[in-house]
């Protein structure tokens, strides 16, 4: 057969869809074309581009007879799935009732539709529709989404940006209970691992206030539970490490937090009380190292006795800032999230299905508290 004489706009073209178009059986057609044009031999061609006869020569006719627009003009679309007609239909009900298990996925599938599929077409078919597993959380039904929102914006942001500045010290305080008991975790191995469960519900309790500037702890442990004179103890000693200062204290809504006993000895110390709402876990930064001591100590981890785990996590806490600088500098930074809109299960809600952040506005430095 000739060799195929192309234009320079055609060399062109054919040259840039060898490598650039979008579906893959024109770019091995521009190959043959190319090399077809070069005088290189059929069965050379046809070995190099791996064509059978009937398919180089059905191309080249066609070449001839529309040039290379003819042979990207055929149907390249993928064959139409059978569910394309219930696509908005599974959409709606996957949204509404969201499956646990792909096995219950295809039996939704074969009510709404009619149709039987397995497992390995099914997940694809979820994929397609935006749907992945995703790890269900947990709201607080007499939670106010925005309470956490107002006090971010209005009294945490000033203080934290006021810290930043140097302007102020602010402090998250918190108590962290740690049962002395398995908590089981993912760890690499060749086959399953089990780690012994002690007897009883042996407990440490530690009160901590964590700097939210230098990324610093100062602890307070106990083995019973945490009474006022301990946080009072704490109080004092925040007072007498940041001398003349301007002090926040962040806090919840915890019993040996908020007596009468405290809240007096903070206004004598000169101590700004700032009481976070109800069910924001999210606004106090104390929660993130926890977060961190409970994966270093905790996750997957046996001890022999209470006293080694007690001494465990003590050692992490003291420990943290000097050998888990990277993590706790990602961990705790000053941003907060919010839930501004959440879609909670089983309800019909056009809001997002996951919490959204609102970027936090900037804010000058505060006034006292």
């Known amino acids: 057969m000739d060799k195929i004489a192309l234009t320079t706009a055609a060399r062109a073209t054919v040259h840039s869809w060898r490598f650039h178009h979008p579906h893959l059986r ?9 090399l ?4 290189l031999a059929p069965e050379d061609i046809r070995r190099l581009c791996a064509m059978a006869p009937t398919t180089f020569y059905r191309y080249l006719h066609e070449d001839r007879e529309g040039g290379s627009a003819k042979l990207t003009a055929g149907p ?7 569910w394309a007609d219930y696509r908005a239909s599974l959409a709606a009900d996957v949204r509404q009732r969201p499956p646990a298990r792909v096995a219950e996925a295809a039996a939704r599938i074969a009510e709404l539709t009619g149709l039987q599929r397995g497992p390995p077409p099914v997940r694809p078919c979820f994929k397609s529709l935006g749907m992945k597993p995703r790890q269900v959380g947990q709201m607080p039904a007499q939670a106010d989404v925005t309470a956490p929102e107002a006090c971010k914006t209005e009294r945490l942001d000033p203080r934290l940006a006021a810290a930043k500045a140097g302007q102020r010290v602010v402090f998250f305080l918190d108590v962290a209970h740690g049962v002395f008991a398995p908590l089981l975790g993912l760890v690499g191995c060749c086959a399953r691992l089990c780690v012994t469960a002690p007897r009883g519900r042996q407990r440490l309790h530690v009160l901590a206030a964590w700097h939210a500037t230098p990324r610093d702890i100062l602890p307070v442990t106990h083995l019973t539970d945490i009474p006022s004179e301990t946080v009072c103890e704490l109080l004092r000693g925040l007072a ?9 204290v962040g806090l919840d809504h915890a019993r040996s937090q908020r007596c009468a006993l405290v809240p007096r000895l903070a206004q004598r110390l000169g101590i ?4 976070l709402p109800a069910y924001s876990p999210n606004l106090k930064l104390i929660e993130r190292f926890w977060k961190l001591v409970k994966k270093q100590c905790l996750d997957s ?8 785990f007690q001494q465990a996590i003590i050692a992490c806490m003291a420990q943290a800032p000097d050998q888990h600088q990277e993590e706790l500098a990602r961990l705790l930074t000053l941003k907060c999230q919010t839930f501004k809109a959440v879609r909670v299960m089983g309800e019909a809600s056009n809001v997002c299905l996951f919490p959204v952040a609102k ?3 900037k804010k000058g430095s505060s006034k006292a508290a």
């Open 76 to 82: 390249l679309q993928r064959r139409r799935s059978q």
């Open 359 to 361: 970027k936090a506005q």
């Open 272 to 275: 700004a009380w700032l009481v």
């Open 26 to 34: 024109v770019q091995r057609t521009m190959e043959a074309l190319s």
């Open 301 to 308: 981890k046996s001890y022999p006795d209470h006293r080694c």
């Open 36 to 39: 077809q044009s070069q005088g």
């Open 240 to 248: 007498g490490a940041q001398p003349g200062g301007l002090i926040t």
